[in-house]
């Protein structure tokens, strides 16, 4: 048996969700970043006696495409997988529903289903410091309860997850991050985005047709040169405000 966390994480919010369940089960717990533009994920092969955390955010209240594209190419092969969809204190609609038809199309049995808050990583107003310790002290029992079920033989139940089909619409990434006068050209930001939205040769903006407005280039940038349209971004705070979430 081994435990393997498959996470799309381009801010660090999702993977401190994912840790915070995950340190619970092992103290050995491989990762599988599915951000990774150039890996392989058809080489991913997992036995039945294995357990999978796959973790996602929400964008806009769907599963991001390339996350569930890549998705897609592993073998689940029966292994237990437990979801994990983090949103940024807004409702997450139909993410955890299209996580879940992709990890069974996959060949994964779906044993558990968790939704966690994490700081907006573009209207940062949005969760705050989340996760803050409360939350990790939820998702710290909810761990807990998971690997009960995972030792008891009653594991394979039918699980109740929320959502639509079909899904909503997807929206355009609308926010596309570009270079400020104080960019020096180092080419991180193109070697990191999770979809390669970003011309190594012309660094200044990202193709608007493939970029996510995931935000990694702008958090991953060591100089601050990466930014978005505060005017753009005030407008989306607006938008998403009746959708938000209470929590």
Same mark, same amino acid.
């Given at each position: 048996?081994?435990?393997?966390?498959?996470?799309?994480?381009?801010?660090?919010?999702?993977?401190?969700?994912?840790?915070?369940?995950?340190?619970?089960?092992?103290?050995?717990?491989?990762?599988?970043?599915?951000?990774?533009?150039?890996?392989?994920?058809?080489?991913?092969?997992?036995?039945?006696?294995?357990?999978?955390?796959?973790?996602?955010?929400?964008?806009?209240?769907?599963?991001?495409?390339?996350?569930?594209?890549?998705?897609?190419?592993?073998?689940?092969?029966? *292994?237990?997988?437990?979801?994990?969809?983090?949103?940024?204190?807004?409702?997450?609609?139909?993410?955890?529903?299209?996580?879940?038809?992709?990890?069974?199309?996959?060949?994964?049995?779906?044993?558990?289903?968790?939704?966690?808050?994490?700081?907006?990583?573009?209207?940062?107003?949005?969760?705050?410091?989340?996760?803050?310790?409360?939350?990790?002290?939820?998702?710290?029992?909810?761990?807990?309860?998971?690997?009960?079920?995972?030792?008891?033989?009653?594991?394979?139940?039918?699980?109740?997850?929320?959502?639509?089909?079909?899904?909503?619409?997807?929206?355009? *990434?609308?926010?596309?991050?570009?270079? *400020?006068?104080?960019?020096?050209?180092?080419?991180?930001?193109?070697?990191?985005?999770?979809?390669?939205?970003?011309?190594?040769?012309?660094?200044?903006?990202?193709?608007?047709?493939?970029?996510?407005?995931?935000?990694?280039?702008?958090?991953?940038?060591?100089?601050?040169?990466?930014?978005?349209?505060?005017?753009?971004?005030?407008?989306?705070?607006?938008?998403?405000?009746?959708?938000?979430?209470?929590?």
């Amino acid at each position: 048996m081994k435990y393997v966390q498959l996470i799309f994480s381009p801010t660090g919010g999702t993977k401190k969700a994912a840790d915070a369940l995950t340190k619970h089960w092992a103290c050995d717990v491989e990762t599988v970043d599915l951000s990774d533009a150039e890996a392989d994920f058809s080489q991913y092969m997992f036995k039945e006696e294995d357990v999978v955390l796959i973790a996602m955010p929400s964008f806009g209240g769907r599963a991001p495409a390339a996350a569930v594209e890549r998705l897609q190419r592993i073998h689940g092969n029966s *292994a237990a997988c437990i979801l994990v969809c983090v949103y940024g204190n807004r409702a997450y609609e139909d993410t955890l529903a299209e996580m879940e038809d992709a990890a069974r199309e996959s060949g994964f049995k779906v044993i558990a289903a968790v939704s966690a808050v994490a700081e907006h990583s573009i209207m940062h107003q949005y969760a705050a410091g989340r996760p803050d310790a409360r939350d990790l002290s939820q998702l710290e029992a909810f761990a807990l309860q998971i690997k009960e079920k995972l030792g008891s033989s009653q594991n394979a139940g039918k699980v109740q997850i929320p959502g639509n089909r079909p899904y909503k619409k997807a929206g355009g *990434a609308g926010l596309v991050p570009k270079a *400020a006068k104080n960019c020096i050209g180092c080419g991180l930001c193109a070697g990191q985005c999770p979809v390669k939205a970003i011309d190594p040769a012309d660094l200044k903006s990202a193709d608007s047709k493939k970029c996510i407005s995931c935000m990694r280039c702008v958090t991953q940038c060591p100089h601050g040169a990466r930014k978005i349209n505060g005017a753009l971004v005030a407008a989306a705070s607006l938008a998403i405000k009746p959708a938000k979430k209470s929590q």
